[in-house]
Structure formats: C-alpha cells, structure tokens
Nanobody, 116 residues
Framework: QVQLVESGGGLVQAGGSLRLSCAAS????????VYWHRQAPGKQRELVAQ???????NYPDSVKGRFTISRDNAMNTVYLQMNSLKPEDTAVYYC??????????WGQGTQVTVSS
C-alpha cells in the first residue's frame, strides 16, 4: 500500500511561485510514473505534469515553461515547481502515481490559490 501526501500549497499573488511536494510512503512500492493533476471548481481534472522513472516529462501547453516536475533519486518525493503563476492556475493539485502493474495511487490534494 502506498500513501501519497502533498504539501506546499497556499495563497500567492499572480506572478509568484510555489513549490509543491509529494511524499510517498508505504511498503513494497515501486513507482513507475508520477503525475500532478489539478481540478478547479466546476472544471474537469486535468494533467499538469508527468514524470517517468526514466526521466521523460510531459506538460500541457497551459503550464509548459512555467511548471517543472522533478523527483529525488528514489522517487520517494516528487516536486512541482510552479513559476509565473496566474489566477487561472487556482485549483486543488493532486499528486498521483502508477506502479509497474498500472495501479494508481492518489494523494488527498493541496489547494493553490493565485490572486490577481
């Protein structure tokens, strides 16, 4: 069983930065891909960053060049550096991960609010 716990959310002014962290714990896990998704009120959950164990990254155009996903070597902690934040980045951000069997784990989410 894997637990994912996000931290680092909060309130920031437009143009500011935040770094989210996602700590993985549990026994016997071997994560293959980690993701950050977000969900704003009244909107569908959307992918904002993806990182594979081999180092492949993927970002949607809406955050490309502003957000960076990274991890520690053991993939126990994953980060999302968010720069040049915009009010439209306001959402609950979720860390999630897939193991090699494809099973998906989700964190509880952390609120990010960007004021104009």
């Amino acid at each position: 069983q894997v637990q994912l716990v996000e931290s680092g959310g909060g309130l920031v002014q437009a143009g500011g930065s935040l770094r989210l962290s996602c700590a993985a714990s549990g026994s016997g896990f071997n994560l293959n891909v980690v993701y950050w998704h977000r969900q704003a009120p009244g909107k569908q959950r959307e992918l904002v960053a993806q990182l594979t164990r081999s180092g492949f990254t993927n970002y949607p155009d809406s955050v490309k060049g502003r957000f960076t996903i990274s991890r520690d070597n053991a993939m126990n902690t994953v980060y999302l550096q968010m720069n040049s934040l915009k009010p439209e980045d306001t959402a609950v951000y979720y860390c999630n991960a897939a193991d090699y069997s494809g099973f998906r784990y989700w964190g509880q989410g952390t609120q990010v609010t960007v004021s104009s």
